[in-house]
């Protein structure tokens, strides 16, 4: 029998890469690797800077055009446009008087945190519910939703979905409302979907009392309606810092109210009212309240936890 002819590593190497296989001990780039990279970065967003520019949006784009005039923030690591963190977006919104946001669904889980203006209404699958500045409403895995300014003042939100996650995933859908709102509507004071911010804070003076003075307090908003985001509020007295995290899950904070610094990474990132402050997975974290501040935690935990992946250390 003839000896293989000439046959060398590199042939094999090359026979691999014309079938689209690879070895394992030969690909360049590890499979595996000890702990949580650090891959996406800390980053915050200043509703000051944020405000200006989509009033001009506000000015130069209607809603007939842009069916949400929404502004989503992507995190600086390199590659990404779009994602916030690795499984979330978040965007702000602005809508304005007698505008109206279409009705539409996605497969995507979607909530809102109201910052600023009256007057504005959310129709979640046929309920109506008002948006006030504090509240969180939820727009679970396809509900049809839509938003009207029936008020005298611009309307300012925050929007966060698990978008990136539905696109790693695979599993989007979208649909426009067939006849553009939906039909039958009933207006409603109170609805599941929506926590309101008078309640939230009676939760948290609940929390506190039984936490005492001087600690952090965190209410969790539930019950949980969304399978991928967790949502908490979390009052940090002045003068107070949390306890220092660091969690496989992915975090985004938003400031309800005050003002004050975390430090993630070592890397200290001042924050106020209606700032997004964004702690990518396995990031060591603290919050430190400059004076009384409330922020809503928005994460990926119930993910994690579903799929036995959510490890959480206080280093
Ligand atoms: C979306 O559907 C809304 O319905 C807001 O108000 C922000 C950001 C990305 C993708 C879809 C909304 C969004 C969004």
């Given at each position: 029998m003839a000896a293989p002819e000439a046959d060398s590593l590199e042939a094999l190497y090359d026979a691999f890469a014309s079938m689209n296989m690879e070895g394992g001990w030969h690909?360049?780039?590890?499979?595996?690797?000890?702990e949580p990279r650090r891959n996406f970065l800390p980053h915050v967003w200043r509703y000051a800077e944020v405000k200006p520019i989509l009033d001009r949006a506000g000015r130069l784009v209607d809603t007939a055009q842009a069916e949400r005039r929404n502004l989503t923030m992507f995190n600086?690591?390199?590659?990404?446009?779009?994602?916030?963190?690795r499984t979330i977006v978040a965007a702000y919104q602005m809508i304005r008087p007698g505008e109206v946001a279409r009705a539409h669904r996605h497969t995507p889980n979607a909530l809102r945190l109201i910052l600023e203006g009256r007057g504005t209404y959310t129709v979640v699958d046929g309920s109506q519910v008002e948006m006030r500045p504090g509240d969180v409403l939820l727009t679970p895995n396809w509900a049809w939703h839509s938003h009207a300014n029936g008020g005298g003042e611009d309307c300012y939100w925050m929007d966060f979905l698990d978008v990136p996650l539905v696109h790693l995933m695979e599993p989007m859908f979208y649909q426009p409302h067939p006849a553009g709102l939906e039909a039958d509507v009933t207006e409603l004071a109170?609805?599941?979907?929506a926590f309101r911010w008078e309640d939230t804070l009676a939760a948290l003076d609940a929390e506190q009392a039984r936490v005492g003075e001087g600690a952090p307090a965190s209410v969790t908003?539930?019950?949980?309606?969304?399978?991928t985001i967790a949502l908490r509020m979390m009052r940090i007295p002045a003068g107070v810092e949390t306890a220092s995290l660091r969690t496989t899950a992915n975090n985004i904070f938003a400031v309800v109210r005050g003002n004050g610094t975390t430090v993630v990474d070592g890397q200290a990132m001042e924050w106020r009212f209606g700032d997004t402050v964004a702690i990518p997975a396995w990031r060591p974290f603290t919050h430190h309240a400059a004076e009384d501040a409330v922020l809503l935690q928005v994460t990926d935990e119930p993910v994690l936890a579903k799929l036995g992946w959510l490890r959480t250390e206080t280093p």
């Open positions: 690909r360049k780039f590890p499979a595996l690797w000890p600086p690591v390199e590659g990404n446009v779009y994602s916030t963190v109170e609805a599941p979907i908003l539930g019950p949980a309606q969304l399978d």
